[in-house]
């Protein structure tokens, strides 16, 4: 079994790109067995939304500037 840290790295990996077949049903297994990582990944991704909707307000803000 893999390392939460292993787990955790994978699971940043792929907010930012598509992970592999493998590396996917690595993490969802270890998901199911974690609350740990299960936390992680939530809040990666709570962080992650709130970025790209923080950005996306900051772009239509220039926008309507111009
Ligand atoms: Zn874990």
Do not use: P
Not at 30 to 48: E, G, V
Request: some cysteine.
């Amino acid at each position: 079994m893999r390392s939460c840290r292993n787990i955790t790295s994978l699971i940043s990996q792929g907010l930012d790109k598509k992970l592999g077949l493998g590396e996917r049903l690595t993490v969802r297994v270890h998901l199911m067995m974690c609350s740990r990582c299960r936390n992680f990944k939530t809040q990666s991704q709570f962080i992650r939304k709130t970025a790209q909707t923080y950005t996306q307000h900051i772009q239509d803000l220039a926008k309507r500037k111009s």
